[in-house]
């Protein structure tokens, strides 16, 4: 009995470590092990950097990570502008109630969307490529943009708009003057977190981007299929490290956006 | 809210043309091609929107046990990830919300991002674990658990453990959004009142952050019941589930017309589930007995008019 009251308070803390512990073991050990000499064994046999140096000399990739970076970028600019307008220029008409037309593609499995966008891409017979995968992560950035810039519009002081108006800015002034300067916090954090949802998207990818492009998570993908080479290890440390900083940021920035 | 009415119809039409394009977005590319998946499990041979050879004829074709098994081993995944993953995330999100003191904002850092680092580099991470040659193997032949090393990987064992804490954060983090608006007061008048610490995790905590229970099991219940990864990877690809056989139709026999109504089945299936699950949280959180009598909205508010008195 005074053996449990003494150890009672510990059990909790415990238990909480060995979950963290689960979660973040198999990281480390992948970060460790992209630096290993030997790839191809469990054992430690000396540092190196040689896959890092190979990543950056494989064609392949470097190619990939060009998409990527195409799709990502390309998939932030969209989502931002179609949400930004929408947000301002919709409260005039029935649109803005229309808002739970994002939320969709959040609660849809991912497999079905990316199943009807691969559906409706043959039915039309749209080649699939870079332009389809930009398609399908727009299509997941405006569900996380949308809802973040309609909430930080409406906590806005609409006094600000008026006066504008009242002031003699046009519509389109008072836009680009005085809402969009006063939303860039959300706007910036939203940016972020469709950089980093396209970035690390695989399934959209997979099913949209056809026989010919190849994004980093897809190439991860077919490699660890075919058999894991050490070069997968140390591309997946990175992207780790690039989501990471990402958040660090995002959530440095204090940017008052919840991110879950 | 905003008033408008002093815009022409001309400025109107321009707000409304501008603002469009992201609700055409989310028509076009997600609610069409969902109506269409629908239309097209109906047909055999696409004729150009003619509705007249509709057929249950692919519907047919998945009345076969082989699918249904699928289907409802994917079920079983999904529904007790869900489960798993609560009774693992149960106790890290109350020792978070309620317990944690120093290093609580590093530990929820920790939490958040494996939430958005990328699903396909965390499962693939799980590799080096449960190999045979892995680390898992190499601690349990070490403590003496066992005397010759598990085959854990392209076994459903590898699939639930490495979903399992794949998808914790998705738990951990609703409920622990939910325990953070408990108003302390009820649980100090609870402990106060003479209840042990159980008690008050039985009867007031975990009614209270029941609704951080019910967002988190969908969030986990739902994208499991799809999961693609982790079955290919980590299951061998051996083991099918509902988002192996969806890939295999589309990708490698191209028969549209069957992945089609199979997808529609298995999102149907899907559905009922959550609908289920739904009924049950619903039923769950009436107040009744024990609860009822002190029901919780009722406490809630009583206490914040007692802290406010009290200052």
Redesign the interface.
Known sequence: MELRRRISPYI??F??SL??L??????I??IV?SFNKNPL??KWHGFTFEWYRELFSSVEIVQALKNSLIVAFSSVFLSIT??L??V??????F??R?ML??Y??L???????A??????F??FSIPLGITTLI??H??IG?AYV?PIIKTRYQEMD?RLIEASMDLGAT?SQTFYKIVIPILSPAIISAAL?VL??S??D??IS??CAGASTLTL?MY??SE??SG?TPV?NAL?TL??VV??L??LIL?SLKLRTR?? | ??N?SF?SSR??E???A??????L???L??????C??IY?SFIKA?DFFIFKNITLANYKALFNPIYFSIIIRSIFLAFFNALFCLF?GY??A???AL?AKRFKNM?L??????????????A??????L?Y???LN?VLLKIGIISTPLHILNTPWAIYIVML?CY??FMV??IY?SMTKINKYILEASSDLGATNWQTLGYVTLPLSLSGIRTGFFLVL??S??E??IP??LGG?KIMY??SM??YF??ETKN?FL??AF?VLS?AC?IAIALLIYLVFRKLSKPSGFTGATGPSIKTNNSAKLSQGNK
């Open positions: 909790l803390p238990f909480v979950v963290y689960a979660l973040y073991a198999p990281i050990v992948l092990f064994s469990f179609m949400a307008f929408y301002f220029y919709g409260t005039s008409s649109l803005h229309l037309l994002f969709g593609s609660i849809a499995p991912e497999i079905v969307l199943v009807c966008l691969l559906s409706i043959t039915f398609v399908g727009t299509l405006l949308v609409y519509e977190l980093i949802v970035l690390d695989f399934l997979f099913f998570p991860i993908f660890v299929r894991a997968v997946s992207l780790l989501s990471t990402l958040i959530t991110i879950f | 809210m905003r408008n815009k400025a109107q321009y707000d409304f501008v603002a469009l394009p992201a609700v977005w989310q028509i590319f997600l609610y069409v091609p969902l269409f998946i097209i696409i693992l106790p890290v109350y020792f978070l317990r530990l850092f920790l939490l958040i991002l494996p939430f958005w680092t990328n699903f396909l580099v965390q693939y991470a799980w590799f080096f674990i190999d040659h892995g680390f190499k804490f914790l954060p983090l609703p959004s739902i994208p019941f799809g693609f990864v290919a990877l690809g509902v988002g969806i890939s589309f990708l549209v992945g089609s997808t999102g899907l």
